[in-house]
């Protein structure tokens, strides 16, 4: 024997909603906060880099005085050489030091001819 099984009655509905039930709101989007995440992270980076120019911490903005000094002992001449300033990490910039040899005393000239990076060439010239 089969037993046969009625289909429930459907739900009494006014104007297409289910006596008793609240009529389902559509959820609003869901707001992404990558927006204002990147501007505060590129703002951060902004920040970091301007410091870093700020303390001059790409590449030498100059040559320091003992560095040219020795250089100067190293190339040029073996006696005592002196620089009384840093020489400037730019193209074209001079500064002279004076050379003591034994009884003799001349300057040097230091000019930059080319600047890439960290790497400062310059040429010497005894005057």
């Known amino acids: 024997m089969t037993q046969f099984v009625a289909p429930e009655p459907p739900a ?5 909603v289910e006596v ?4 389902v709101e559509a959820s609003p ?10 501007s505060i992270v ?7 880099f301007g410091l870093i120019q700020l303390f001059g911490l790409f590449g030498p903005k100059v040559v320091d005085s003992s560095a040219v000094a020795s250089e100067i002992q190293s190339r040029v001449s073996t006696g ?16 002279s030091c004076s050379v003591l040899d034994g009884a003799d005393t001349y300057n040097v ?7 890439d990076g960290d790497n400062v060439r310059y ?5």
């Open 29 to 38: 989007p869901k707001r992404r906060k990558a927006g204002p995440i990147l």
């Open 80 to 95: 005592l050489a002196t620089c009384s300033e840093d020489l400037p990490a730019k193209v074209g910039a001079t500064i």
């Open 123 to 127: 040429d010497l010239e005894q005057m």
């Open 109 to 115: 000239r230091a000019t930059v001819t080319a600047v």
């Open 20 to 23: 008793g039930s609240r009529p």
């Open 42 to 48: 590129f703002g951060v980076i902004a920040v970091i």
């Open 12 to 16: 009494a509905t006014t104007n297409g």
